[in-house]
């Protein structure tokens, strides 16, 4: 960006699991704008910690989508999987401070309900440790949302101690992104509603790991013609990158927007959603 950077630190963390859809793109919108607007910096990362779900050169293509839309980062991306001493060692910190336990339990022994607290208080000798659960501390833990406004979850009884480390030996999503975040140095993260549950799991674990927790805003998601969520999982297509005034306009729009007409090309494109995002956002400069 041409403007010097403040202290906001945004992010942009999608998983290489397909290129990215018009739902993926809403939220790196309001991420982007978020950023743009307070002249901060908009970091990318790539996660592709879930090592099954991982499509080869999947990133590649998230990197020449979001540059086909004018869309820049700032610095190098940062792999997960570049990152794993840093998970372990985290880890180790959260070990040797109780934090997290040995757990022998299958998915059927569990069910779907919170975790019942089994291996909690320790496990029988010789027992083989299948994953690693975190332990919740009790008690709710409350957060502003910048779009859906006050939040309150109970994680330890809505969710109970939940796991770090899986039993296939992959670190979890939750724990990975707060290391990460923590690392990036991020200060507000903004990202699809359906990880508004992942939130209170988050500052939980940034707690025990004494690191301060970004501010949220989680962003409407875009629905198929079902209702259901768009995602790589439900086949969406990648955005369309030949007309991209027209793929962000859509995105524009599902952030409540009216479109943008007479533009010239992206950046003019930015440049004026930039001005529209700070004018809902004004409290935001710093
Ligand atoms: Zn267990």
């Given at each position: 960006?041409?403007?010097?950077?403040?202290?906001y630190?945004?992010?942009?963390?999608?998983?290489?699991?397909?290129?990215?859809?018009?739902?993926?793109?809403?939220?790196?919108?309001?991420?982007?704008?978020?950023?743009?607007?307070?002249r901060?910096?908009?970091?990318?990362?790539?996660?592709?910690?879930?090592?099954?779900?991982?499509?080869?050169?999947?990133?590649?293509?998230?990197?020449q989508?979001?540059?086909?839309?004018?869309?820049?980062?700032?610095?190098e991306?940062?792999?997960?999987?570049?990152?794993?001493?840093?998970?372990?060692?985290?880890?180790?910190q959260?070990?040797?401070?109780?934090?997290?336990?040995g757990?022998t339990?299958?998915?059927?022994?569990?069910?779907?309900?919170?975790?019942?607290?089994?291996?909690?208080?320790?496990?029988?000798?010789?027992?083989?440790?299948?994953?690693?659960?975190?332990?919740?501390?009790d008690?709710?833990?409350?957060?502003?949302?910048?779009?859906?406004?006050?939040?309150?979850?109970?994680?330890?009884?809505?969710?109970?101690?939940?796991?770090?480390?899986?039993?296939?030996?992959?670190?979890?999503?939750?724990?990975?992104?707060?290391?990460?975040?923590?690392?990036?140095?991020?200060?507000?993260?903004?990202?699809?509603?359906?990880?508004?549950?992942?939130?209170?799991?988050?500052?939980?674990?940034?707690?025990?790991?004494?690191?301060?927790?970004?501010?949220?805003?989680?962003?409407?998601?875009?629905?198929?013609?079902?209702?259901?969520?768009?995602?790589?999982?439900n086949h969406a297509?990648?955005?369309?990158?030949?007309?991209?005034?027209?793929?962000?306009?859509?995105?524009?729009?599902?952030?409540?927007?009216?479109?943008?007409?007479?533009?010239?090309?992206?950046?003019?494109?930015?440049?004026?959603?930039?001005?529209?995002?700070?004018?809902?956002?004004?409290?935001?400069?710093?």
């Amino acid at each position: 960006m041409s403007v010097p950077a403040n202290g906001y630190v945004g992010r942009f963390a999608p998983s290489p699991s397909g290129p990215l859809h018009d739902g993926s793109l809403v939220a790196a919108m309001a991420s982007y704008l978020d950023a743009r607007a307070c002249r901060g910096r908009w970091l990318l990362r790539i996660e592709d910690i879930d090592t099954p779900r991982v499509v080869p050169g999947a990133d590649r293509v998230i990197l020449q989508q979001l540059q086909a839309l004018g869309m820049h980062w700032d610095g190098e991306p940062l792999w997960q999987s570049q990152r794993l001493a840093a998970y372990q060692q985290a880890f180790g910190q959260l070990q040797a401070q109780g934090h997290v336990f040995g757990c022998t339990c299958t998915r059927a022994q569990v069910g779907k309900g919170p975790y019942p607290g089994t291996c909690r208080n320790g496990l029988p000798e010789g027992a083989t440790v299948r994953a690693w659960r975190f332990r919740v501390p009790d008690g709710s833990i409350s957060f502003d949302d910048r779009w859906l406004g006050p939040q309150q979850h109970d994680v330890a009884r809505e969710v109970g101690d939940f796991i770090i480390r899986r039993a296939d030996g992959l670190w979890a999503y939750q724990f990975v992104v707060v290391v990460d975040d923590a690392f990036q140095g991020i200060t507000d993260i903004v990202r699809g509603a359906d990880l508004l549950d992942s939130t209170a799991r988050q500052i939980t674990l940034a707690q025990a790991l004494v690191v301060t927790y970004p501010r949220v805003m989680h962003v409407p998601l875009v629905l198929d013609d079902n209702g259901l969520k768009l995602s790589k999982q439900n086949h969406a297509r990648p955005f369309d990158t030949a007309q991209p005034l027209v793929t962000l306009n859509r995105a524009w729009q599902r952030l409540g927007f009216d479109t943008l007409s007479n533009l010239h090309d992206v950046d003019d494109f930015w440049g004026r959603a930039t001005q529209h995002w700070r004018q809902r956002y004004p409290h935001l400069i710093y």
